[in-house]
């Protein structure tokens, strides 16, 4: 929770109230929120600081899990090489995760191989990813989010989520005005 208000604040610009979101991650010793805070020290120019917040990561998630940030930390201290080990590592232990796929799409963007974060991306929605404002609002994939391929999957991904949730609409204003009972909704 304390992540998700964190990162509320930052799209915001209130970035003194992220921190403190992310401090009291820190307090319950979550990596994810060091790797948060790091990146805004980096932002505001604290090198120090952020170096400091993204070693904490590398030091605490030392476990793979889908939703680990230990590739970014090292991506953020240089570690290209490392941070790619990882991601494989994530990669073989959840061969089929949208989560570990986005987080293979974020880092070839921010590692400038679109060519790769474009075949990610396209794994991730193979897999299920529908989250279009996690999307459309992360800066790791800043640096793809405009070339035709990306922007191309993307946009066909969206309409087809589009599209079933009007169905999904339409077929709840059926039953609703007693003109159907579709498949999503009988009890067969």
């Known amino acids: 929770a304390f992540i998700s208000l964190g ?3 930052e799209h915001l610009g209130e970035d ?4 403190d979101q ?4 820190i307090d319950q010793d979550d990596p994810a929120a060091y790797l948060c805070r790091g990146r805004i020290y980096l932002k505001q120019g604290y ?13 605490k998630d030392t476990v793979l899990t889908e939703d ?3 590739q970014f930390a090292l991506y953020f201290l240089w570690r290209y090489e490392e941070a790619l080990d990882w991601q494989k590592a ?11 796929d986005f987080s293979r799409a974020c880092l070839y ?3 400038n191989r679109p060519e790769d974060a474009v075949t990610a991306m396209e794994a991730a929605f193979k897999h299920g990813l529908n989250n279009f404002s996690l999307i459309d609002n992360n800066e790791y994939l800043d640096a793809v989010s405009d070339i035709p391929e990306f922007k191309s999957l993307e946009e066909k991904h969206r ?8 169905s999904i609409r339409k077929e709840i204003r059926s039953i609703l005005s007693g003109e159907g009972s579709g498949p999503a909704f009988s009890n067969s």
């Open 7 to 9: 990162t509320c604040y």
């Open 16 to 19: 003194s109230k992220a921190v």
């Open 22 to 25: 992310y401090n009291l991650g």
């Open 47 to 59: 090198k120090d600081l952020a170096y400091a917040d993204f070693n904490a990561v590398v030091e």
């Open 68 to 70: 680990s940030d230990r």
């Open 90 to 100: 994530l990669d073989t232990r959840f061969p089929d995760s949208k989560v570990v």
């Open 109 to 111: 963007s921010v590692l």
């Open 159 to 166: 309409a087809k989520h589009n599209a079933l949730i009007e």
